[in-house]
């Protein structure tokens, strides 16, 4: 039986009578994770077994939007500061929603990579201490590897399908043929999709982050207005590059006289990034053979990406797996369910092991 309820963030929580599997004899882990890459401190607990939907029992996330928005990005000295005063609080009330104890907790994990330095020891090195408090495994966990599998994490099965990772450092496209077995389709050149919503934004006087603000801007404009460039999409490769449509933009403004069209000008920008993303994940999922396509990273947010995609899906006969909203951006449930397929095969981490702020995926 399938339950759905909510926590006091409103955040959909994935429920199932774990009977079948005590009556099987299948082993049921409960994992505390943290999330601390970047500006986001986070921390969730799952439980799950193999065949069984995963259960999220808790996922805290302290947003640090507000502290940064003033300098127009993140500061990685105040980013680390502030997950040092958060994180602690995070945890317990993790325990407490979930309702465990911290000795019940089989195994415990952390995004290890890539990200600020400064930020990811915070979160390391608190999973490693209460690892160590507790006798139980540490898991590392790639924090790209989280936005990856986070579209199936109702479940403990990754089905083999081509996988597009687009958030504010990343544009990765991904052949995924379970989990652990990732082969690299394309990957940005430049700018990742997410830093080009950014600094675009910036350039319409639009406030940090710029994605969100870039999205409502768009509204009721002509996506049409402005005839921006899709670059690479004719080349032979998968890659990304998005530097040569955010300096188009500038150029654009420079001619721009009177009142700005600004709902045009984030239209026809939205649009183009749009055409990129799904015209190049559609020709990987004809190249591969893959008849089936992952969306994930905190730019699926965007409604009218997401649209675009389960629209070109349902065009080219393509099952689409979209990651749920509140597991868009940068979350600690993610890092659990990735580091739960790895404590249901039977492996950890090494406690003395070091925290890794440009590990790659693949």
């Not at 249901?344 to 590990?359: C, E, F, M, R, T």
Request: proline residues 5%; glycine residues 10%.
């Amino acid at each position: 039986m399938k339950l759905w309820k909510k926590n006091d963030f409103g955040f959909a929580l994935f429920s199932r009578d774990f009977t079948a599997a005590f009556a099987l004899n299948l082993p049921v882990a409960l994992l505390l994770a943290i999330e601390s890459s970047c500006d986001e401190t986070a921390v969730a607990i799952v439980r799950g077994s193999v065949g069984q939907t995963t259960e999220v029992l808790a996922s805290e996330i302290h947003s640090q939007i507000e502290l940064h928005r003033e300098h127009g990005g993140v500061v990685p000295e105040l980013a680390s500061r502030n997950h040092s005063q958060h994180l602690r609080g995070l945890v317990e009330k993790a325990l407490a929603d979930a309702g465990v104890r911290m000795e019940e907790i089989d195994a415990f994990a952390a995004t290890t990579g890539p990200g600020l330095a400064s930020s990811l020891l915070i979160g390391s090195t608190a999973a490693k201490g209460m690892a160590c408090a507790t006798g139980r495994p540490f898991l590392g966990i790639n924090h790209l590897e989280g936005h990856l599998l986070s579209p199936f994490l109702d479940r403990t099965s990754v089905p083999p399908h081509v996988g597009l990772i687009v958030s504010g450092g990343h544009t990765l496209l991904l052949d995924v043929e379970g989990p652990g077995r990732y082969r690299k389709l394309g990957g940005t050149r430049d700018d990742a999709a997410g830093e080009a919503y950014d600094k675009v934004g910036k350039m319409l006087g639009l406030s940090y982050p710029g994605g969100p603000e870039i999205e409502k801007a768009a509204l009721g404009g002509d996506p049409q207005a402005y005839d921006f460039p899709r670059s690479m999409l004719h080349e032979p490769h998968l890659d990304f590059s998005f530097s040569g449509l955010k300096t188009a933009v500038l150029y654009t403004l420079q001619r721009e006289t009177g009142v700005l069209p600004l709902a045009d000008l984030a239209a026809s920008f939205q649009q183009a990034v749009i055409d990129i993303l799904v015209r190049k994940t559609l020709r990987a999922a004809e190249e591969t053979g893959r008849r089936e396509i992952a969306l994930s990273g905190g730019v699926s947010l965007n409604q009218a990406l997401r649209n675009a995609f389960l629209l070109a899906a349902d065009r080219e006969g393509l099952e689409i797996h979209l990651a749920s909203p509140v597991f868009c951006t940068d979350n600690a449930a993610m890092i659990a369910f990735a580091a739960l397929l790895r404590y249901l095969a039977g492996k950890s981490s090494p406690l003395d092991g070091d925290i890794h702020p440009n590990l790659p995926l693949v």
